[in-house]
């Protein structure tokens, strides 16, 4: 399940608890990600997924939910 991948992932970059990961969770206020991060982390996303993320895409992403409705709908 896509979901569990980006969790995954999630947890590898920012050293999380699988708990503190939910779909609801804000990268940038509840996980403690920057921009910078969040770009490191569309990167990850591409290559696990064979996606690209375009740039005006990886400004609307907001929490996970956001990450795995995108990645399910490409």
Not at 38 to 61: N, Y
């Amino acid at each position: 399940m896509v979901f569990e991948k980006v969790r995954k992932i999630l947890c590898e970059q920012f050293e999380l608890d699988e708990d503190r990961v939910t779909m609801d969770s804000s990268l940038i206020g509840d996980l403690g990600a920057d921009s910078l991060d969040v770009i490191d982390l569309a990167m990850s996303i591409e290559d696990e997924f064979d996606i690209e993320v375009p740039d005006d895409e990886i400004e609307k992403i907001k929490t996970v939910g956001d990450i795995v409705r995108f990645v399910e709908e490409h």
